[in-house]
């Protein structure tokens, strides 16, 4: 698992040295957004997670999401937030004692990355993931109120 910050994605994005690429591990499938202890955001992307974090916060084609809005409202304090990134590889070896006898190693990347987020989320109960979160953790009151505002 590679774990950066908020703050170092925001950095690169706004650097004029953007040809140095991105600080997110390639090869990542899944990403956890979160504040310390509190699990805000499990989610995937299968093409790129760099552009997929991007389109959160607005900056690329659509419209902010709960958790872009709520990086944005809880600036300066969320650049310290950390998103955990995981590989598909990592990901077999998270499920693997959960699906036992499933031929896990056989499963597509996207299988292997769609299997995950749903176990991770039902584990963790991120405040913001809607989908596949039976009992989703509340929103601390402090965020709740950032993104009741404007």
């Known amino acids: 698992m590679q774990t950066v910050t908020v ?31 509190i699990v805000l955001y499990i989610g995937i992307s299968l093409r790129d997670i760099d552009v997929r ?18 990086i944005e409202r809880m600036l300066p304090g969320s650049v310290d937030w950390t998103i955990d990134l995981f590989t598909t590889d ?3 070896a998270y499920l693997r004692p959960l699906w036992k006898h499933r031929g896990i190693d056989d499963w597509s990347r996207q299988d292997v990355a769609r299997v995950a987020e749903i176990e991770m989320i039902q584990r ?25 505002s404007r």
């Open 53 to 70: 974090l991007r389109e959160h916060v607005g900056l690329a084609y659509h419209a902010q999401s709960p958790i872009g809005r709520l």
């Open 7 to 37: 703050g170092q994605l925001f950095t690169q994005w706004t650097s004029e040295t953007k040809s140095h690429g991105s600080p997110i591990d390639i090869g990542a499938v899944l990403y956890r957004i979160g504040d310390g202890s």
């Open 90 to 92: 990592e990901l077999r």
């Open 124 to 148: 963790d109960r991120p405040c913001l993931n809607d989908h596949n979160n039976i009992n989703p953790r509340s929103l601390p009151k402090r965020y709740r109120a950032a993104l009741s």
